[in-house]
């Protein structure tokens, strides 16, 4: 699972999580990387969260096309060979999304990032 916007988040079942916080390359910033241990319970737990507030089900978009401003995210799952991505702009995601978003800030919070080099 990949959430995107100024980081970018990546979880595994191989209990391996990396954090990406994206540089602003017009102002001269770099991406800066850290890794961090998934436990197996966390993942799964999560995964059955996706199926709960089915996120398999959800339309591709939730987006104004008249706004091109502020916060957005874009998350993309994989769930063998199927991947699904959704885009939502800050403001106009369902309320499933919300709750995963929530569940993937809370584990995000409890784990230990470490740089890398």
């Given at each position: 699972?990949?959430?995107?916007?100024?980081?970018?988040?990546?979880?595994?079942?191989?209990?391996?999580?990396?954090?990406?916080?994206?540089?602003?390359?017009?102002?001269?910033?770099?991406d800066?990387?850290?890794?961090?241990?998934?436990?197996?319970?966390?993942?799964?737990?999560?995964?059955?969260?996706?199926?709960?507030?089915?996120?398999?089900?959800?339309?591709?978009?939730?987006?104004?096309?008249?706004?091109?401003?502020?916060?957005?995210?874009?998350?993309?799952?994989?769930?063998?060979?199927?991947?699904?991505?959704?885009f939502?702009?800050?403001?106009?995601?369902?309320?499933?999304?919300?709750?995963?978003?929530?569940?993937?800030?809370?584990?995000?919070?409890?784990?230990?990032?470490?740089?890398?080099?």
């Amino acid at each position: 699972m990949t959430c995107a916007n100024s980081s970018r988040l990546s979880l595994h079942r191989n209990g391996t999580a990396r954090l990406t916080l994206i540089g602003k390359a017009r102002l001269g910033g770099v991406d800066r990387h850290s890794r961090a241990t998934l436990a197996r319970a966390d993942f799964e737990a999560l995964v059955a969260m996706l199926e709960e507030q089915g996120y398999f089900a959800l339309s591709d978009s939730y987006d104004d096309p008249d706004t091109r401003d502020g916060a957005w995210v874009n998350w993309q799952v994989e769930r063998g060979v199927e991947v699904k991505q959704v885009f939502c702009r800050s403001g106009l995601e369902p309320a499933a999304l919300l709750r995963l978003e929530a569940a993937v800030q809370a584990l995000q919070a409890r784990l230990n990032f470490n740089p890398e080099p």
